[in-house]
């Protein structure tokens, strides 16, 4: 639930949490966007949630693309390796990534999971996808 007192808007153009350390962001459900300008949904750009696959879409795109695809020159989507259970909060990676994706929720290294070498541990374990985006 979305409360005034959860939500700042400021003087700018741009919302922000009223909390302290800020909040995760959950986009709710399968197949969701973010998308940003005046068209929402599969007609607008931004980004999108495809069955799983992090995809994005430039204002002048006609198809919208895999982040994998190249999104600013040598961004690399990897799989980590580990038992996606609800259980399972570890998972290892071959480089510290840059945000990790797990069921749809975009997490930080300190705001959704830790790193230590190459092991990332989630602070809630994924039930049903995750990629490291290197």
Do not use: C, H
């Not at 374990?125 to 985006?133: G, T």
């Amino acid at each position: 639930m979305i409360r005034a007192t959860t939500w700042i808007t400021k003087a700018g153009g741009y919302t922000r949490t009223a909390a302290k350390n800020g909040l995760n962001v959950l986009i709710y459900g399968a197949n969701k966007y973010l998308n940003f300008g005046t068209i929402s949904g599969v007609s607008g750009y931004g980004f999108r949630d495809y069955g799983g696959v992090m995809q994005y879409r430039n204002s002048l795109d006609a198809d919208w693309k895999d982040v994998e695809q190249g999104v600013g020159g040598g961004v690399t989507v990897e799989t980590p390796t580990g038992a996606i259970n609800a259980v399972n909060a570890s998972f290892n990676v071959s480089a510290v990534p840059k945000w990790v994706v797990a069921d749809g929720i975009i997490n930080f290294d300190g705001a959704g999971y830790s790193i230590a070498g190459l092991v990332i541990t989630m602070d809630v374990p994924p039930s049903q996808y995750i990629r490291a985006i290197i």
